[in-house]
């Protein structure tokens, strides 16, 4: 009798962006074909419009969350937004893309748990994602976490009710950035020291990080 298991998908710390990513954030998303950037963005976004739009981010007042692999190559990043209209304090609009190369991982649904959780921490009672219908990838993430769908032609509006945070996702959230950072940190000084040898590779990190590293396929 043979047992059929799917295979784990790769660990990859989440961790929230600031200023300093941007150059990072243009290069994901310049990489992006006109298709995602259509899915993306809700029209076909050249890089002009990309390069605005990365530098018109408040880091101040939204919340940037992204996974990189060992290169610290930005592989995926999610932008929550706060709502400013007094119709709507206590919501947020949440915009992702993951790179090409590395979807089918769980990266677009583990950044939007990552938010869900964010939110609620930040008192946000109602998430939205504004999406093309087409967007079935999109839309499956949302309904699996219960949101509510309203389509009106080709585009479709999600909405996600949030209950209030509670004593696990202040915790879930301190304890996942934390280990994000660290993980960041050595990507970092690994990269650094590459870069000291001449462009060498370098081996044998330590084991936690190994087994991070080997699940990254394009790390
Ligand atoms: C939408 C997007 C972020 C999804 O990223 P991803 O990392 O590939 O998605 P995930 O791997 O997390 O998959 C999420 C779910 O969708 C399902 N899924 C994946 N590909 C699918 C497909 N082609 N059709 C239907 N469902 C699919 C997965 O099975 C998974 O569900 P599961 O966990 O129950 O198995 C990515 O395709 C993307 O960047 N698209 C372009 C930009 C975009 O559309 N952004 C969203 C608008 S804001």
Redesign the pocket.
């Known amino acids: 009798m043979s047992i059929h298991t799917t295979p784990p998908?790769p660990f990859a710390p989440i961790r929230s962006m600031g200023p300093g990513h941007r150059e990072r954030m243009v290069r994901h998303l310049v990489a992006?074909g006109p298709?995602?950037r259509y899915?993306?963005f809700g029209y076909p976004a050249g890089d002009p419009q990309i390069r605005q739009y990365v530098a018109g981010l408040n880091f101040e007042r939204d919340d940037v969350f992204g996974i990189f692999n060992r290169r610290l190559e930005l592989l995926?990043v999610a932008h929550l937004a706060y709502s400013s209209s007094p119709d709507c304090p206590s919501c947020a609009e949440?915009?992702?893309?993951?790179?090409?190369h590395?979807?089918?991982?769980?990266?677009?649904?583990?950044?939007?748990e990552r938010a869900v959780m964010h939110a609620r921490n930040q008192g946000v009672e109602m998430m939205f994602?504004?999406?093309?219908s087409e967007?079935?990838?999109?839309l499956?993430?949302a309904a699996?976490a219960g949101s509510r769908l309203v389509r009106d032609g080709s585009e479709t509006e999600a909405f996600l009710r949030l209950p209030p945070a509670n004593f696990d996702t202040l915790v879930s959230e301190l304890v996942q950035e934390q280990l994000a950072q660290t993980d960041y940190r050595w990507k970092a000084q690994l990269q650094a020291f590459r870069q000291l040898l001449g462009g060498a590779e370098v081996s044998a990190p330590p084991v936690a990080s190994r087994e991070r590293s080997e699940a990254h396929t394009d790390a």
């Open positions: 998908k992006l298709e995602d899915l993306r995926a949440f915009g992702v893309s993951v790179s090409a590395a979807r089918g991982r769980g990266y677009g649904k583990r950044l939007f994602i504004h999406a093309l967007n079935t990838v999109m499956s993430i699996q």
